[in-house]
């Protein structure tokens, strides 16, 4: 079960002006399944993403970054398919995702080069584009500007809940909506995942933001969280602004319009971020590593990766064993060439578990049991070497992770 998560309630995602979702079946891998959503944008939007830095990327993502080159400022649509993930296929792989988009372009009158493609599941894998192609039309009927949620559940593979949120602020008098989709539960880990995330706003923002922007909201989001340390093939993260809310017009992210813009749509960014850790798989507890007192920010985020993607450290805390002695040996082999061991501090929740690099003599072990059996843990790690700090969300590793993955193609 996730980890304090709960379904999205559809009258609660705010739809955004411009944008319209069309969810289908389309039998991509297994039937009754939705598999097939796609994205329709009103002309005029901008869109921006960053992918997935596994250089054995999918095609879609090859054709996508080729799209977003070719035509930013008028890319219309966004075709999504679960159950097979075109990744691994060579350039047969590449052909069936630029089918994919020419089969959407002539159902809406576009240019192949104004769609987008995105695709999910099973590596090395035919995709089977006759089955997109038969369902495009229905899914493209079924388009509606309230279909957040439907699309939510259309791009899920092994997540057991669909993930989104909303959220409005007030930019220069005018009420400006932001909602937000993303699914993920293995495969996980930054640089990105086995992760789709699409997030949409009708703020008015200059379209050369939208680049940087989406790149600073990933790099807080989706590139702090890890569920096994694996990075995917696949993985997207999508920025659309429709334009339509009627503020001003934003030309700077410095700007209080911009910052505040900046900020409702980072706190959608985490919250489908940490969705996925809390829905990983297997996953029973959510962590959150935070390491302070680095010299910098990078040096910080080495050793909070170093932590959350040990096995024996996820497994102690699957088992609720404060055998913590595991932590201080992922931040020694970290990577820091010159790290004083005696400078070291660390924390579980309120329980202060070693000093200066060894067990704090008022540590009781029994407390540090206390804490790891709750559903959501603090460790907090202090390097004694200056004034940075980063954050990762992770989870423990469980037996069901095993059997999930064992089990996933069958």
Not at 160 to 186: E, M
Not at 218 to 225: E, G, I, M, T
Request: charged share 20%; with cysteine; hydrophobic share 45%.
């Amino acid at each position: 079960m996730p980890v304090n998560l709960s379904a999205p309630v559809a009258a609660d995602l705010l739809a955004i002006d411009g944008v319209r979702i069309g969810v289908t079946e389309a039998g991509v891998r297994k039937a009754n399944r939705k598999d097939l959503t796609v994205f329709l944008l009103d002309e005029g939007a901008s869109v921006a993403g960053v992918f997935t830095q596994n250089r054995f990327c999918a095609a879609p993502v090859q054709v996508g970054r080729e799209h977003l080159a070719q035509a930013a400022g008028r890319i219309r649509a966004m075709v999504i398919n679960t159950g097979n993930a075109n990744a691994g296929t060579g350039a047969d792989g590449l052909a069936r995702a630029r089918r994919t988009c020419a089969d959407m372009a002539a159902l809406l009158n576009l240019e192949p080069s104004q769609i987008l493609p995105f695709s999910t599941g099973v590596i090395m894998e035919e995709l089977p584009v006759d089955r997109i192609a038969a369902g495009l039309p229905a899914a493209i009927a079924a388009a509606r500007a309230d279909n957040w949620a439907t699309a939510a559940e259309g791009i899920m593979t092994t997540d057991t809940l669909p993930k989104a949120f909303s959220r409005s602020v007030d930019i220069g008098g005018q009420r400006v909506s932001i909602t937000g989709i993303s699914k993920g539960a293995g495969m996980i880990r930054p640089n990105m995942a086995t992760m789709l995330g699409f997030l949409a706003t009708d703020a008015a923002i200059a379209p050369e933001l939208l680049q940087p922007l989406v790149k600073e909201l990933a790099d807080a989001s989706f590139n702090r969280v890890t569920i096994d340390g694996d990075t995917s093939t696949n993985d997207s993260f999508v920025l659309v602004a429709t334009h339509k809310a009627g503020n001003a017009p934003i030309t700077s992210l410095t700007s209080s319009e911009g910052q505040a813009l900046k900020a409702a749509l980072l706190e959608v960014s985490q919250l489908l971020a940490q969705a996925i850790v809390r829905d990983g798989e297997g996953a029973t507890k959510f962590i959150t590593v935070q390491v302070e007192g680095g010299r910098d920010e990078a040096e910080c985020r080495l050793v909070a990766y170093s932590i959350a993607h040990s096995p024996l450290v996820k497994t102690a805390f699957y088992a609720s064993d404060p055998n913590l002695g595991r932590i201080l040996a992922a931040v020694g082999y970290a990577g820091i060439g010159d790290l004083d061991q005696t400078r070291i501090d660390l924390f579980l929740n309120d329980v202060h578990v070693a000093v200066q690099g060894g067990r704090n003599p008022d540590y009781r072990e029994e407390d540090g049991q206390r804490v790891m059996k709750q559903q959501e843990i603090l460790v907090r790690v202090l390097l004694g070497r200056g004034q940075a700090q980063q954050t990762v969300w992770t989870c423990d590793l469980s037996h069901d992770y095993v059997s999930i993955n064992a089990d996933y193609r069958s």
